[in-house]
């Protein structure tokens, strides 16, 4: 078996036990809440199936609001901005701006530093549009 092979194998199991444990702490939860306004799958970047974000806003919270610039875990092979939606709404509920990206995923994407490049451009296109989304 090839080290491309294993790793795959590898990163698949993870992927595969990560979404389940996620589906199972997410079930029911609601994909809207009266007190935050969402901007869904706004494009940051070139690639228009990774290189989205959504915002999630306060609705009771005068602007500017306390922004917080969601980089989410998985160790660059897993997540997506719909894994940490439900945590984002919870901040903005609180009174936060939620920033949440989705970016290129190793080993799919497997030229360092991709990722690292893609989250980049995020926070450029965050600072772009400061003003936009208050």
């Known amino acids: 078996m090839k080290i491309n092979e294993k790793l795959m194998q590898a990163v698949t199991k993870f992927r595969t036990g990560a979404k389940k444990s996620d589906d199972k702490r997410d079930a029911g939860l609601p994909h809207n809440i009266?007190?935050?306004?969402?901007?869904?799958?706004?494009?940051?970047?070139?690639?228009?199936?990774?290189?989205?974000l959504d915002i999630y806003l306060p609705k009771k919270v005068d602007p500017p609001f306390p922004?917080?610039?969601n980089v989410h875990g998985g160790g660059w092979v897993y997540g997506t901005k719909e894994t940490y939606q439900y945590y984002g709404m919870g901040l903005a509920k609180r009174g936060f701006a939620f920033i949440n990206p989705n970016y290129r995923l190793a080993p799919e994407h497997a030229e360092f530093p991709d990722?690292?490049?893609?989250?980049?451009?995020?926070?450029?296109?965050?600072?772009?549009?400061?003003?936009?989304?208050r």
């Open 34 to 52: 009266p007190e935050v306004e969402r901007f869904d799958n706004l494009q940051y970047g070139q690639d228009s199936k990774w290189n989205s």
């Open 115 to 133: 990722e690292l490049n893609d989250v980049d451009t995020y926070l450029h296109w965050i600072d772009d549009h400061a003003d936009e989304y």
């Open 67 to 69: 922004t917080i610039i």
